[in-house]
């Protein structure tokens, strides 16, 4: 009955009592995607529900904005909090409010408590304006803090404080992203946004369709009718369709036919694809995304490569990917690559010598890059292996030969070398030593 649905040649919408009429025949990329869904992937929220009742509020002439090219922009980093304004007013309190949430505070865990205990004092002096709200809600919903973010729609309530489309855009992202969320609060959220006579803009389609983890593609089929802009979702639509097991370059075509192909983030999500489903055309793809584009890698395309060999169990080929790409793309910010070397070294299980110089030895190279709750999680383990280790103690000489060692042999002067038996005897000498397990 779905798939009738799906290859239907009519969408009805019945806002308005408009038809649209299908007249091309379904992408091969969507059509494989459709083909090779799994209904079963999320039993507690039925996907297809929630389009259906998107489609009926949907307005004939979206909003054009910004809120979600927003969301997904990283926050400025900071390490201390805003000191509170000299003079304490609505405006004032509005202004330190904003301050204080549009940052990110990951390298501190102090400053992200005394954010939460500071928010709860400010939203109780009253005064707080919708934009503040909103930016408070934000900051919860990054965060999934499902909590959180309903006290804050429950504390606007109280205030009188009517919301926007954007308070709803982003109670829709944090319900969709949250894995206990029934088909049911989504549908009532709909709901709401009728009786307020609230209509979709763009951001809320791309945020629908950015937390879909089954029926995407229907949702996607819709836009492409309606003609709406997928520029801003293009890395999603790699992701989504790598997940159904679309193969590359039909993920690639479908790019280039709706010409969303462009820049470096959907070149990396491509590059994320090809690793997941063909690695051994990775580098074709680079090549040819150099040639054509003129494309040149960043720290995230080298991340990418880390991540995907330590979580092939291959840690000490993501080093030295990480080393080979920092050097091919001439990176100056190498530092996040050893940060993801030391968020996967925290779960292997190796002898407590090993673990403890390969965690000083990321975090040495890593410098202060690495989160608190990382520095605190690492540190911990540390102990319980060690009780004499003392994390942040001054390396020793022997330590710094060691790490200057790995430099050196975990480096690939020509093209990467994918075998280890393939490698140096340095190399597989190393790799025993430090990366291998030992009775």
Not at 391 to 409: A, M, P
Request: net charge positive; glycine share 2%; with cysteine.
């Amino acid at each position: 009955m779905l798939k009738n649905h799906v290859r239907s040649s009519l969408f009805r919408w019945r806002k308005g009592c408009r038809t649209f009429t299908r007249l091309n025949k379904l992408h091969p990329a969507l059509e494989l995607q459709f083909s090779n869904t799994e209904k079963t992937s999320r039993k507690s929220l039925d996907e297809t529900k929630v389009i259906e009742a998107l489609r009926l509020l949907t307005p004939r002439d979206l909003v054009q904005d910004i809120q979600y090219s927003n969301f997904r922009k990283a926050r400025p980093i900071k390490h201390y909090p805003l000191p509170p304004p000299k003079n304490l007013e609505a405006s004032s309190i509005n202004r330190y409010t904003r301050a204080l949430v549009e940052a990110n505070y990951q390298y501190s865990l102090q400053a992200e408590n005394y954010i939460d205990q500071t928010l709860q004092d400010l939203i109780s002096t009253g005064v707080l304006d919708l934009e503040t709200y909103n930016c408070i809600l934000e900051y919860y919903v990054r965060k999934v803090n499902y909590g959180c973010a309903g006290m804050i729609k429950k504390r606007m309530d109280e205030d009188y404080v009517e919301p926007d489309i954007r308070t709803y855009n982003l109670l829709l992202q944090l319900y969709l992203k949250f894995d206990k969320t029934s088909t049911r609060s989504v549908l009532s959220l709909f709901e709401k946004m009728r009786e307020a006579k609230m209509e979709p803009n763009l951001s809320s389609l791309y945020f629908v369709y950015s937390n879909l983890k089954q029926m995407d593609h229907l949702l996607l089929e819709d836009m492409m009718v309606m003609k709406v802009p997928l520029d801003s979702i293009n890395t999603v639509i790699v992701r989504n369709m790598c997940r159904s097991g679309v193969p590359p370059k039909l993920i690639l075509q479908f790019l280039e036919d709706q010409k969303i192909h462009s820049g470096i983030p959907v070149k990396n999500a491509m590059i994320e694809a090809y690793l997941k489903l063909e690695p051994a055309s990775v580098f074709e793809y680079i090549d040819h995304a150099s040639q054509s584009d003129a494309f040149k890698g960043n720290t995230k395309t080298a991340k990418l490569f880390v991540s995907h060999y330590c979580t092939k169990g291959e840690p000490y080929f993501g080093l030295s990917y990480g080393k080979y790409l920092a050097e091919k793309f001439r990176l100056t910010n190498t530092e996040e690559i050893y940060v993801t070397m030391l968020s996967h070294h925290l779960n292997v299980v190796l002898s407590p010598k090993q673990w403890i110089l390969l965690a000083r030895y990321y975090y040495h190279k890593a410098k202060k890059l690495v989160p608190a709750k990382l520095k605190n999680q690492i540190s911990s383990k540390s102990l319980q292996l060690d009780s004499n280790t003392d994390f942040n103690e001054e390396f020793t000489k022997h330590e710094l030969q060691v790490f200057r060692n790995i430099d050196s042999v975990f480096r690939w002067k020509g093209a990467p070398i994918m075998k280890l038996s393939d490698n140096t005897l340095e190399y597989q000498r190393l790799v025993e030593e430090y990366f291998m397990k030992t009775n």
